[in-house]
């Protein structure tokens, strides 16, 4: 249940490809980069206020990347999340141009084959609806391709460019129109989910015509090489948990029917992509049904049969895959506290490093020949920029600076901690010193656990509203991000070994990994917080109650307190028993009663800071609420803040701004002075 904020489809701005860059385009000089004077201080609203590029595209010949740059409302706009802007660089440098223009947005770009098109998602300032829109790299206006009744999820072009296959919720039928329509909207069961179609859109003539039976749910749809056919990513249930757990890779043809089956499969998918002959699917995917992560490289036959997995004994974590070769795929993945981009030999499995180094990245894109390579990406000293290489080069060149105001901003130094458990295990983290460190003096802590728990925290920006640790860098705290067992980025193995057993070892890891930091000197052990979102919540309120002596002061937010209320009333009861647990909570309620901060709540004495969102269905508020009361009545200092319109996280600007300070001003407050 790693927190994830799904930030909705916002609107697109039609644009001109020759608008003039404005000076956060710009790219500073070598000696500015080296001049800048660090002597100015973060805040929240600077934090919250940072552009990121988020998604690139790279054009078939290579020459030019599109990317999406997150830039956040201003404080005058009307509430709701940040706005995705449309832009265009040089694959070899020079000035970015704006297409779309804030406050209307765009979001997933892909060029046309020819590469005379650039095709994105986006809504226009007002619209309640995303769209597919294209426009002409040379500039102009932008054209509405659909008229859709609810928003486009996904979208490829075909291999010929002349159509365009989209996905998005499956229209109601006339029946279920009128029923609704008539008060007759009483649902049974308790599995919600609206189920997404696949059609194709042809481009010259605006028809559209529907590929899979609207009973059948698409999550992900690749054209073949040949344009005949589709592989799926998909299944009969919509809901969060069936998409999740019981999907399956499956192929359809283009005219449309009944999608087959290509192989058996049971857990989590991921990416998927057809070899350049059109024999083979790729995709990635879950070793069993108890992997907390689609991370494992698997192919099969295009005509369909067994699925061969490739990767299983990899310690790390595929995310995104494509052929380079009918006979070598090419893998992004998260290992150990980095990403790199992986070749992968599919005559005999072998795996070379193509990319590695301090770039983190989060979205990476081809061109046809597989000779320029786009990324997403971010490291220590910035969020997401463009950055561009060749393959075979082996690394990664910087295109864009979205943040020069950055430069001049102090930070704290940050480096992987390594450590070895109580039973050996061997663990890597994140630290970040305070600004202005001074060697020998001891510092305040606070502990920020990742969620998932199959998240990771990598050598890379880790500065966001709902972990601001540079923020609490600045106001003078060493900052821990410990990836425990269960984490991803360390291989299947690693990712099952908290199963069974949550809240127990995983939870000593971090312990250790404290307790090395104050024997280092860094760290004062009586002013040790923690504060987390998600599972890195359940971690804080277990360190505000089961562990309360070691903790001073804690954050819980969009946590888990307890496992039984919790299983009954998430929309992922399955991939949480299946998956992390590796239990039925119902069917041993006292051992998930024991590792519920719930239980453990009375003789408290940790400062305890309680937030979540209003609209949270993945972990409900009541969670929260449990633990509040809990709280009060045992006497602890707590506090709780609930936002409304949020699900599980914060995207509102104001909403982000104030969880920011509050989190940090909550540790000032029970933490900054030695005395209890």
């Known amino acids: 249940m790693q927190l994830s904020v799904h930030l909705s489809l916002l609107s697109l701005a039609v644009g001109c490809a020759t608008a003039t860059p404005s000076t956060a385009h710009a790219r500073p000089s070598t000696g500015a980069v080296q001049q800048a004077a660090r002597n100015e201080t973060l805040t929240a609203e600077a934090i919250v206020d940072l552009r990121s590029v988020t998604a690139v595209a790279v054009s078939p010949d290579g020459r030019h990347i599109a990317f999406v740059r997150r830039e956040a409302r201003k404080a005058d706009d009307p509430p709701g999340s940040a706005y995705r802007i449309l832009h265009l660089v040089d694959a070899k440098g020079g000035a970015v141009r704006p297409f779309t ?27 309640a609806i995303a769209q597919l829109w294209r426009i002409s790299p040379l500039g102009g206006n932008a054209e509405k391709l659909t008229t859709v009744q609810t928003s486009i999820r996904d979208f490829e072009w075909s291999p010929d460019g002349q159509q365009l296959a989209y996905i998005t919720d499956t229209p109601p039928s006339a029946e279920a129109k009128a029923d609704r329509d008539a008060g007759r909207d009483w649902k049974m069961g308790d599995v919600e989910g609206t189920p997404r179609s696949l059609f194709v859109l042809d481009v010259r003539s605006g028809k559209t015509t529907t590929v899979t039976p609207a009973a059948f749910h698409v999550e992900r749809a690749r054209w073949s090489p040949r344009g005949d056919a589709f592989a799926l990513i998909g299944g009969t249930r919509a809901d969060v948990d069936g998409t999740m757990m019981y999907g399956g890779v499956y192929r359809v043809p283009v005219g449309g029917g009944t999608p087959t089956k290509l192989c058996e499969h049971a857990g989590k998918l991921g990416e998927l992509t057809w070899s350049p002959d059109g024999s083979q699917v790729a995709f990635l995917g879950a070793v069993d049904i108890h992997d907390p992560t689609a991370g494992v490289v698997f192919t099969v ?10 990767t299983a004994g990899y310690l790390g974590t595929g995310l995104w895959l494509r052929y380079l070769a009918r006979d070598a795929l090419i893998m992004l993945a998260n290992q150990d506290t980095k990403t790199a981009l992986v070749r992968i030999s599919l005559k005999d499995d072998r795996r070379s490093t193509v990319v590695t180094g301090d770039t983190i990245c989060h979205d990476v894109d081809l061109n046809v020949s597989g000779t320029v390579i786009a990324c997403a990406g971010d490291s220590r000293q910035h969020p997401g920029e463009v950055f561009v290489g060749n393959p075979r080069a082996g690394s990664l060149r910087r295109l864009t600076h979205s943040n020069p105001n ?19 295990l061997e663990l890597a ?72 057993d949550l809240g127990g070892k995983e939870f000593e890891d971090v312990l250790a990994g404290i307790d090395v930091l104050v024997q280092s000197g860094l760290v004062d052990p009586i002013r040790v917080g923690m504060g987390g979102w998600s599972y890195g919540g359940y971690f804080s309120a277990l360190a505000a109650t089961q562990h309360s002596k070691r903790f001073r002061a804690a954050i819980v937010a969009a946590a888990i307190t307890n496992w039984l209320s919790f299983t009954g009333t998430s929309e992922i009861e399955h991939e949480n028993s299946l998956v992390h647990w590796n239990l039925w909570p119902y069917d041993e309620p006292e051992r998930v009663w024991t590792r519920s901060p719930m239980a453990h709540a009375r003789g408290s004495t940790t400062a305890t800071l309680i937030a979540h969102g209003t609209e949270d269905t993945r972990v409900p508020a009541g969670q929260a609420k449990e633990l509040y009361r809990a709280l009060k009545h045992a006497g602890t200092p707590t506090e709780i803040v609930l936002y409304p319109r949020e699900g599980h996280g914060v995207s509102e600007r104001a909403h982000q701004i104030d969880f920011a300070n509050r989190f940090v001003e909550w540790f000032e407050r029970h933490l900054a002075e030695r005395g209890q």
């Open 429 to 500: 983290g994140i630290v970040t010193k305070p600004v202005g460190y001074r060697a020998g003096a001891r510092y305040p802590m606070v502990v920020l656990p990742h969620g998932g728990p199959e998240g990771i925290s990598l050598d890379g920006w880790n500065t966001r509203a709902e972990y601001p640790a540079q923020l609490l860098a600045t106001r003078g705290f060493v900052v821990f991000e410990p990836n425990y067992r269960g984490s991803s980025g360390r291989g299947v193995a690693f990712g099952k070994a908290d199963q069974k």
């Open 101 to 127: 223009f804030a406050p209307d947005s765009a979001s997933a770009p892909a060029w046309s084959p020819d590469g005379k098109w650039l095709a994105y998602i986006g809504r226009r300032h007002g619209d």
């Open 301 to 310: 036959p295009a005509a369909g049969g067994a699925a061969r997995a490739r």
């Open 406 to 424: 950055l430069l001049r901003v102090r930070l704290g130094e940050q480096s992987v901690l390594r450590w070895k458990a109580a039973d050996g």
